[in-house]
């Protein structure tokens, strides 16, 4: 069965990094397409970043451009989300997202606090 793993998250003061990490089973994932989405307390879930099979093409929210990035290793399963100048509106429960044969996948998330 497919399995999306998050870590990496925790408390963070204003202008630091943390990198997340979301760990694949149970599909392909050299084939599929892997995204980062996040949900603040309070609001709806958004999309963050998106990253293409090959890791060559990758995307992001307006709101994290130029201080997120994501990126992939195939060999490892594993999809990471570098976040750097952390705002406390970046606090959210930060979730992996797939999509395998028309189906959803969503990990558990992990919680990111930014906070001084």
């Known amino acids: 069965q497919v399995q999306l793993e998050e870590s990496g998250g925790g408390l963070v003061q204003p202008g630091g990094s943390l990198r997340l990490s979301c760990t694949a089973s149970?599909?392909?994932?050299?084939?599929?397409?892997m995204n980062w989405y996040r949900q603040a307390p309070g609001k709806e879930r958004e999309w963050v970043a998106s990253i293409m099979p090959t890791g060559v093409f990758t995307n992001y929210a307006d709101s994290v451009k130029g201080r997120f990035k994501i990126s992939r290793d195939n060999a490892e399963n594993t999809v990471y989300l570098q976040m750097n100048s952390l705002k406390p509106d970046d606090t959210a429960v930060y979730y992996c997202?797939?999509?395998?044969?028309?189906?959803?996948?969503w990990g558990k998330g992990t919680l990111v606090t930014v906070s001084s």
């Open positions: 997202r797939t999509v395998s044969r028309a189906i959803v996948y």
């Open positions: 149970g599909f392909t994932f050299s084939n599929s397409a």
